[in-house]
């Protein structure tokens, strides 16, 4: 990979995508000029990185021809010396580069429509799905996403038997799609007497949320159902038939939600969750080819795979498929995961990047 040819490229078409932002007609488009502002916005950082990649290359000439000359010992030395220290820092410049210019994934910047089932382990399995649902509001907060619940189902003995729900801001399915995967707990049950660990499970499910023009879907093959909510919600539980259940016949997918208290609006969140789940069918089957040829552990999206064991008594969070550990679970379990979505996106982008070089 020619890194310069490609910065100047790429320095190029910054400069340009910057003219055409100022064009009153891409203003009038909110779309393009929405996607042209975020396009510009990305280039900026890789602009600021040749900037200074040139720098220092203009620095480490001027240094050699100094060498080449020889007039003065001391020069001579000071210049060899700040070289070598260019030249590490150039290396480091160059492996920055070449992880920004492995091509973003184009789901990336979607918001994301998040599940996350009880697994096995009985009680002890919902009371951990709603301990994950948690730490993944606070990681929301903290990033300043919106939450929006969907649909919830609660466990008896607390937490959630499911709970879905639509997080909104920026890279949000960037971040949150490397969660996707079983994961296991291993702590001593409020609800044992003995003492005992035991290891339970939850399953999560990250979509990036669809939008309308991704995905087309006929009406005539959608079958609506309205029903009387249940569970917690306040007084309108049980009194009208404002919940909603939707199935699209040709896939067999079903959807409901019965979060708000108008049938309307839980429709319309219903057919949002529905346009994800078959906008990420979709996916998988463009994906799968190429997640065949990259073998890849990280970022496959296998839910049915074991991706990380949180284990209490020793305080360690293991993520399998990167062999990290950590021993901060209390701060992770509070929504501190961000350290450990960072080294997955790194080894991912490592990954992608050794493709493009066999390429």
Not at 256 to 274: F, G, I, P, V, Y
Not at 313 to 328: M, V
Request: net charge negative.
């Amino acid at each position: 990979m020619d890194i310069e040819k490609k910065l100047e490229e790429l320095k190029s078409r910054y400069h340009e995508v910057g003219v055409a932002l100022s064009d009153p007609a891409v203003f009038d488009n909110q779309k393009r000029y929405k996607d042209l502002t975020k396009y510009h916005s990305d280039l900026s950082e890789l602009v600021a990185l040749y900037d200074k990649y040139q720098e220092l290359k203009t620095n480490l000439a001027g240094n050699q021809e100094l060498i080449e000359a020889g007039e003065d010992d001391e020069i001579l030395e000071m210049a060899k010396e700040e070289n070598s220290s260019l030249k590490k820092e150039i290396a480091e410049l160059e492996e920055q580069v070449k992880i920004k210019l492995v091509p973003k994934d184009p789901e990336d910047s979607k918001n994301a429509i998040v599940e996350v089932r009880a697994g096995t382990g009985g009680d002890e399995a919902g009371i951990f799905a709603g301990d994950l649902f948690d730490m993944y509001r606070r990681y929301a907060d903290q990033n300043k996403w919106n939450m929006e619940l969907m649909s919830v189902n609660e466990a008896a003995q607390g937490g959630y038997k499911e709970v879905v729900f639509r997080l909104e801001g920026e890279e949000v399915f960037g971040k949150m799609k490397y969660e996707s995967g079983v994961h296991r707990v291993q702590r001593v049950p409020a609800t044992e007497s003995q003492g005992r660990v035991h290891t339970s499970a939850a399953t999560v499910a990250v979509l990036p949320e669809a939008e309308e023009v991704d995905i087309t879907i006929n009406p005539a093959d959608l079958e609506f159902e309205a029903f009387r909510a249940s569970g917690a919600g306040g007084q309108h539980v049980n009194t009208t038939d404002s919940a909603v259940r939707i199935r699209h016949v040709p896939t067999g997918v079903v959807v409901s939600c019965q979060e708000e208290r108008s049938q309307h609006k839980n429709r319309d969140k219903a057919m949002t969750m529905l346009r994800s789940k078959l906008y990420e069918a979709e996916l998988e089957k463009k994906h799968k080819e190429r997640a065949d040829a990259r073998k890849s552990q990280v970022s496959t999206g296998d839910r049915s795979a074991k991706i990380r064991t949180y284990n209490f008594p020793q305080g360690r969070l293991t993520d399998h498929r990167i062999n990290l550990t950590l021993y901060n679970l209390d701060d992770i379990m509070k929504g501190d995961i961000g350290a450990v979505i960072e080294a997955l996106r790194v080894q991912d982008n490592l990954e992608r990047l050794q493709e493009l070089s066999e390429q």
